[in-house]
């Protein structure tokens, strides 16, 4: 169940059966959107990263149609001798019901926000906000999209 979506999903959508982010990636985040589980279950490992994202200058959404029973904690059931739960700064985290199905509608809305926010940015004579060499390397229908 944990990893069924990314080993059927990602090779078809981008090659590889595995996330591509690594750890060190989250020190040069300032938002970290977590969609479809429960931050606050996740990964013992990943626990520590999210809570130093969290209570930095960082931001933590997670979008989920399943009311966690944890929701707004990192619990550490792993630590050693005792069961430990990190509460998590209620301004640096952002927990959102979504209903099932509804995170395509979410992550369409996000991208459309971003695209909006790129034209803006080149309107006002800044640089944008969108990787344009990134998005030519590694993606196709971006101008349908945006159009």
């Not at 630590?79 to 959102?96: E, H, I, M, Q, S």
């Not at 971003?114 to 969108?130: M, N």
């Amino acid at each position: 169940m944990c990893h069924e979506a990314t080993s059927v999903g990602l090779p078809e959508s981008i090659g590889v059966g595995k996330g591509t982010v690594t750890l060190e990636d989250f020190d040069h985040c300032d938002a970290l959107f977590c969609i479809g589980h429960n931050p606050g279950t996740n990964h013992p490992r990943m626990l520590t990263t999210l809570r130093e994202v969290s209570s930095e200058a960082g931001r933590l959404s997670s979008f989920n149609p399943l009311r966690e029973r944890r929701a707004g904690a990192l619990h550490l059931a792993a630590a050693p001798r005792r069961d430990v739960t990190l509460k998590l700064d209620a301004d640096r985290l952002y927990l959102y019901l979504v209903k099932v199905g509804g995170d395509i509608a979410l992550l369409k809305g996000m991208m459309k926000t971003v695209v909006a926010l790129d034209a803006k940015s080149l309107a006002e004579g800044g640089p944008g906000v969108l990787d344009r060499e990134f998005i030519a390397q590694h993606t196709t229908g971006i101008d349908e999209f945006a159009g």
